[in-house]
């Protein structure tokens, strides 16, 4: 710190901030229908997606600014009063992050994920809780189309950007959501046996993001793919499960069912996937009728990303064994 003109003058704007997360309180909003999220569980991740509200409220911050003076009375009262800079300078902040947050959200939802990807890694403040789990969303989208080794690189930098994300605010189901879906895809490199072992910490956390926030689609979605896994899961897979949990974690199509039906009910059309799950768990229920309406849905999806092409694909090989 420098001493000028009688005040402590902070040099970076970024100490008076006790922390980005707790000088923004976020409200989230449904996802939009461009909106993409995520994966396969337990075994077969794909992308995830979940687009946080824009709008966010600054708070101000708690400061503690020390002054004095070296000079004249004249001088103190010529000079300005360093809480009022100090509390300018660190709106300007809140302001700056808010609008990086903005901009990010509406580059996600547009599919731009290298762009937004640059934008949150410039932000001064990288020990932020919003732009920690925004980095995850977008590292985890960049891995998608990735070449393999770039792949596995860059789900082990979001599943880093996650975890960090968690430890700043357990609070808030964003954390828990990336979390359990970066956990679930980083162990998946690990082997079988390690993403096995991981199955009830992702459980966890994904029915913790259902708890804290039941109006998200998405967090219903990842929790109903969960189920279905391991009501799918072949044999070989069940017997290491039994291996390794003396209770393993179970999973039923009916419960699958319940989840991707909440995620459609409070968000229709939200996401090309949860069109896919619901034809998939309805076929698996023997329910033909529903499974074919779903499964046209979703094969008829227009391409956006990633997850819509392999939607399509995969809506369109089962639609002709129905």
């Known amino acids: 710190m420098i001493v000028q003109n009688g005040a402590i003058i902070i040099q970076r ?7 980005a997360t707790r000088l923004v309180a976020r409200r989230t909003t449904p996802f939009s229908r461009s909106s993409r999220i995520p994966p396969r569980f337990p075994l077969n991740v794909s992308g995830a997606r979940q687009k946080q509200s824009s ?7 708690l400061l503690f600014v020390a002054s004095f003076s070296l000079f004249s009375s004249k001088a103190k009262q010529q000079s300005e009063n360093p809480v009022e800079v100090s509390g300018k300078m660190a709106e300007e902040v ?4 808010n609008e990086t947050m903005e901009h990010a959200d509406q580059l996600f939802d ?6 937004a990807y640059d934008l949150l890694q410039k932000f001064p403040q990288q020990e932020t809780y919003e732009i920690k789990w925004r980095l995850a969303r977008v590292a985890y989208s960049l891995s998608k189309p990735a070449p393999s080794a ?4 860059l789900v082990r930098e979001a599943f880093r950007y996650a975890e960090e994300a968690l430890k700043m605010n357990d609070g808030d189901f964003a954390a828990h959501k990336w979390y359990s879906i970066l956990l679930d895809a980083k162990s998946g490199l690990d082997g079988i046996k390690e993403r096995i072992t991981q199955l009830e910490t ?5 029915k913790r993001a259902v708890e804290l926030n039941p109006t998200d689609p998405t967090s219903w979605y990842i929790l109903g793919q969960f189920y279905y896994g391991l009501a799918d899961l072949p044999w070989y897979q069940r017997k290491i499960v039994s291996t ?6 179970t999973g039923t199509y009916e419960e699958a069912l319940e989840c ?20 998939k768990t309805y076929q698996a229920l023997k329910q033909a009728d529903k499974a074919k309406e779903f499964m046209t849905l979703a094969a008829n999806v227009a391409v956006l990303n990633e997850d819509d092409k392999q939607c399509k694909e995969e809506a369109s090989k089962l639609l002709k064994k129905l």
């Open 55 to 61: 709008s966010t409220v600054p708070l101000r911050p």
């Open 202 to 206: 992702v459980k966890q956390h994904m």
């Open 244 to 249: 390794i949990f003396a209770t393993p974690p």
């Open 94 to 97: 809140v302001r700056s992050l």
């Open 13 to 19: 704007y970024g100490r008076l901030l006790i922390h």
């Open 260 to 279: 991707f039906e909440k995620a459609e009910a409070t968000k229709p059309n939200f996401y090309s996937m949860n069109h896919l799950m619901l034809g």
């Open 110 to 115: 547009e599919n731009n994920f290298q762009e």
């Open 150 to 153: 770039r792949k596995e690189e």
